[in-house]
């Protein structure tokens, strides 16, 4: 009884242990768990992403993109974020035209970079930054995540947060939407 006993309680703390993506350390995130999610497809089926079912959602497609736009309409403009994730065709390398192109992006849109970096999210070479600024009288932050899929293929997502209550718990809470993307593709 006490071996089995033993095993069981091993067994728990092995499932219920996951490690965290290396987005979620870059931003010490603590473990996330949302409740009451929905699974949504892009229009063209090639990612599933798990948004919490009292979410405002709305797809869009054209001939290159599948988007997903979701927030938190409940809340007030200052204490959510607006998620966007999209399935894109194209090429993407991160080299220095995709480095000067971002940083012109920020730059005239009067933003600037707080954090940026190439890191592997899920298992896929991958580029993020995070960009402060002033839009619509808040103060604004917006993280940025770039994955190349396939030479032919990549994923993008932005977080626009409003505000400077609990940014980085919002920012985290998003990271912990994106951890949990599956790409069918």
Not at 99 to 116: E, G, M, V
Request: charge should be negative; hydrophobic fraction near 40%; include cysteine.
């Amino acid at each position: 009884m006490s071996r089995f006993f033993s095993l069981y309680i091993l067994l728990f703390v092995f499932v219920s242990c996951s490690k965290p993506s290396e987005l979620s350390r870059e931003f010490n995130c603590e473990s996330v768990h949302l409740k009451s999610v929905t699974q949504i497809s892009d229009f063209n089926k090639n990612f599933n992403i798990s948004i919490p079912n009292t979410w405002k959602t709305k797809l869009y497609y054209d001939n290159f993109t599948s988007e997903i736009f979701a927030a938190d309409t409940i809340k007030q403009f200052s204490e959510t974020y607006i998620l966007s994730v999209s399935y894109n065709l194209g090429e993407v390398n991160f080299n220095d035209a995709f480095f000067k192109r971002n940083d012109s992006l920020a730059t005239s849109k009067n933003l600037k970079i707080i954090q940026s970096k190439n890191i592997q999210f899920q298992s896929k070479e991958s580029y993020y930054y995070l960009l402060k600024g002033i839009k619509n009288d808040f103060t604004y932050h917006q993280f940025q995540l770039t994955v190349k899929l396939t030479d032919n293929s990549f994923f993008n997502s932005y977080i626009d947060v409003y505000g400077e209550v609990a940014v980085e718990d919002r920012i985290c809470e998003a990271i912990a939407i994106l951890d949990e993307i599956e790409f069918l593709q």
